[in-house]
Every structure is written in structure tokens, then in C-alpha cells.
């Protein structure tokens, strides 16, 4: 239960996805009440590694340079220039 949120994010690292996962888990963290009665309980219960995974895969998206499964060219390649 500890390294699973991790895991996820490095299997499944996308910054958009991501982010979508982190945002549900923020909305049910703040709203837990409205969303149980409209027969939400069972995603209430494990909002908590919701918010870890969501977390998880927006850095490891970032890391990869991935959002929404297009690459991303956030910085420069280390090996820009020259020859490997």
C-alpha cells in the first residue's frame, strides 16, 4: 500500500492524466459529504492515494516529458550537440 502510489506514477507518468487523477482526488477531499450521498462512498474511502497517485504520475510525467501522450520539450537534452 506504501510503494503502490509510487509505482503507479512511474508506470504511469503523463502530466495531463495526471493531473486529472489529482484534481478528482482534490475535489473529494474537499467535498466528501455531497459526493457519498450521490453514491460516491467507495472512491471517498481512498481519496488519499487517489491525491498520491495523481501526484505521482504528474511527476514522473514531467520527468518524462509527456502530456497527454504527446512528448513535451520542456529543457534541452544534456546531450544536445554532440556526438554519443
Wanted: glycine residues 16%; hydrophobic residues 50%.
Amino acid at each position: 500500500m506504501v510503494s503502490f502510489p509510487f509505482e503507479f506514477g512511474v508506470m504511469f507518468g503523463d502530466i495531463g492524466h495526471g493531473g486529472m487523477i489529482l484534481l478528482g482526488a482534490i475535489l473529494l477531499m474537499l467535498f466528501p459529504d455531497q459526493i457519498t450521498k450521490i453514491g460516491g462512498g467507495g472512491f471517498v474511502k481512498i481519496r488519499y492515494m487517489l491525491c498520491l497517485m495523481g501526484i505521482f504520475a504528474t511527476f514522473m510525467g514531467f520527468l518524462y516529458n509527456d502530456f497527454m501522450s504527446i512528448p513535451l520539450q520542456l529543457r534541452e537534452s544534456c546531450y544536445h550537440g554532440r556526438e554519443v
